[in-house]
C-alpha cells in the first residue's frame, strides 16, 4: 500500500545546531506535503507545507525539501532550540484538495539539550 | 481564536458505558475531523465532516458515531468500546476538507476497562 515514513525514529542535538529530519513517501500522487509538530500533551502542530511541484521552501528557521526523484522529504530545522524538543510527523494530503485527507508518518523524536 | 478544544481531557470507560467526546471551534472553519492517536504511532484519520455532513469515513466500526451539529461543534458518541479502541482522540479543524493546514486539538485520553 501507499504510505509516508521516517528513517530516523529519534534525533538528538545540542542547543544551536542545525537539525535534519528525514521522511521517506511512497505516494507519487499526493499533492502536498506537510510537516508537523507535536510537542507532549499536546496536538499536533502545521509547521510547513511543500506543494508537489516544488523542490524547497522557506519558512521562519525551518526549511522543507522535497526529492520526487527518490521520493524523500525533510525538515531542516536552524539553531536549534530546547522548545523544538517534540515528536515530527510527515503527512502527505492525496485525493485533492477539496476531498483530500492527510496520511501521517511513522514520526521521528527530536530531544535538543541546552 | 486558533483553538480547537476537546473535552473531556480524560476518560475512563467500561466496555457496557455510552459516552461522548466534544470537540469546538470558533474559527469559521467549515471541515472539521476526528483523529485515533495509539501511543508512539501517528494520528490516524476516522471521519471528516465538511459543511456539517460526513464526507468521508475510514472503515470505523459502528461502536463510534460522529455527529457534527453545527458549524462549531463536533460529537464522537462511544458505545461498546473494545480495550484496544484505548487512545488519544484528536479532533482538528480547517478552511474547508482537503486543506493541509489543520488545526488540532489538545486531544481525549480514553482508556477503555
Known amino acids: 500500500g501507499e504510505s509516508v515514513g521516517l528513517h530516523l525514529p529519534t534525533l538528538s542535538v545540542q542547543e544551536g545546531d542545525n537539525s535534519i529530519i528525514n521522511c521517506a513517501y511512497s505516494n507519487s500522487a499526493s499533492d502536498y506535503f506537510i510537516w508537523y509538530k507535536q510537542e507532549s500533551g499536546k496536538g499536533p502542530q502545521f509547521i510547513i507545507d511543500?506543494?508537489?511541484?516544488?523542490d524547497k521552501r522557506q519558512g521562519q528557521r525551518v526549511t522543507v525539501l522535497l526529492n520526487k526523484t527518490v521520493k524523500h522529504l525533510s525538515l531542516q530545522i536552524a539553531a536549534t532550540q530546547p522548545g523544538d524538543s517534540a515528536v515530527y510527523f510527515c503527512?502527505?494530503?492525496?485525493?485533492?484538495?477539496?476531498?483530500?485527507?492527510?496520511?501521517f508518518g511513522q514520526g521521528t523524536i527530536l530531544t535538543v539539550h541546552p | 481564536d486558533t483553538e480547537v478544544t476537546q473535552t473531556p481531557k480524560h476518560l475512563v470507560m467500561g466496555m457496557t458505558n455510552k459516552k461522548s467526546l466534544k470537540c469546538e471551534q470558533h474559527?469559521?472553519?467549515?471541515?472539521m475531523y476526528w483523529y485515533k492517536q495509539k501511543a508512539k504511532k501517528p494520528p490516524e484519520l476516522m471521519f471528516v465532516?465538511?459543511?456539517?455532513?460526513?464526507?468521508i469515513n475510514e472503515s470505523v466500526p459502528s461502536r463510534f458515531s460522529p455527529e457534527c451539529p453545527n458549524s462549531s461543534l463536533l460529537n464522537l458518541h462511544l458505545h461498546a468500546l473494545q480495550p484496544e479502541d484505548s487512545a488519544l482522540y484528536l479532533c482538528?479543524?480547517?478552511?474547508?476538507?482537503?486543506?493541509?493546514?489543520?488545526?488540532f486539538g489538545p486531544g481525549t485520553r480514553l482508556t477503555v476497562t
Open positions: 474559527m469559521g472553519h467549515r471541515a
Open positions: 503527512a502527505e494530503l492525496s485525493g485533492g484538495t477539496s476531498y483530500g485527507k492527510l496520511t
Open positions: 482538528a479543524s480547517s478552511q474547508v476538507a482537503g486543506a493541509y493546514e489543520q488545526y
Open positions: 465532516y465538511s459543511y456539517e455532513k460526513l464526507s
Open positions: 511543500i506543494r508537489s511541484n516544488m
